[in-house]
């Protein structure tokens, strides 16, 4: 099974913090995805991966950075955090040629007080 | 570009009585469909997929869907729900392919299921 995980289920930071989401995959999927769940809006894609080290912004990309340095590991990067953020955040990956299938993490519900 | 809308934010069915979630979707090549459920503070779960096979696709936990191309749906239907059928379940089409290729998601159904 693959399996996707997220470095916390629960985190809370105060306003103007520097806040890293960690996710990592370990069925050597060529892609990787961040995205914010919010109701009513459904999910919102905020980058994705299709390599290491390459990046493409998705829909909302405004303050949010992402590094992937090694091709298991996508981290989402909030450079000052607001209380905007406060959201639930989930990664997921693929593998090329999958139909675009996405396998997802348990999600990482930040509160930014 | 694609699109999915999904009828409905909220449905609520009675224990044993039939679910059917709607999801239309807007795609200008033939689509790959997907059902992914969501339970409470967990992340996405696939259901089922369809990939240009067979029109019904069966899922997990007794969930199925029908593809029909003529009316640009992909409805996803259980004929008896269980309490533990509650959660949130998102319909989504494939845009693009190779290694750019993404998924966009409907805004959500909430299924509530009532003793």
């Known amino acids: 099974d693959v399996k996707v995980t997220q470095s916390s289920r629960y985190l809370v930071k105060r306003t103007g913090e520097k806040v890293f989401l960690e996710c990592v995959q370990d069925?050597?999927?060529?892609?990787m995805f961040w995205y914010r769940q919010d109701p009513g809006l459904g999910l919102r894609l905020i980058y994705f991966s299709y390599d290491v080290k390459m990046k493409e912004k998705g829909d909302i990309p405004e303050g949010y950075s992402v590094s992937r340095e090694k091709k298991e590991r996508f981290s989402l990067i909030l450079e000052s955090a607001s209380t905007n953020q406060t959201s639930m955040y989930l990664c997921?990956?693929?593998?090329?040629?999958?139909?675009?299938?996405?396998?997802f993490g348990p999600g990482t519900r930040l509160t930014v007080l | 570009a694609q699109s999915v809308t999904q009828l409905g934010s909220h449905v609520s069915v009675s224990e044993g009585a039939l679910v059917l979630l709607r999801c239309n979707y807007s795609?200008?090549?033939?689509?790959?469909l997907f059902w992914y459920v969501q339970y409470p503070n967990q992340g996405l779960q696939l259901l089922l997929k369809?990939?240009?096979?067979?029109?019904l696709v069966k899922g997990i936990n007794g969930f199925e869907a029908e593809f029909k191309k003529s009316e640009t749906s992909f409805h996803l239907t259980k004929p008896s729900a269980h309490m533990s059928d509650a959660a949130e379940y998102f319909c989504?089409?494939?845009?693009?392919?190779?290694?750019?290729?993404?998924?966009?998601f409907g805004q959500g159904t909430t299924l509530q299921v009532k003793p």
């Open positions: 997921a990956s693929r593998s090329w040629g999958s139909y675009n299938e996405q396998f």
């Open positions: 989504a089409v494939s845009e693009g392919s190779g290694n750019t290729g993404k998924l966009i």
């Open positions: 795609s200008s090549v033939p689509p790959y």
């Open positions: 369809y990939t240009s096979a067979a029109t």
């Open positions: 069925m050597d999927h060529e892609n």
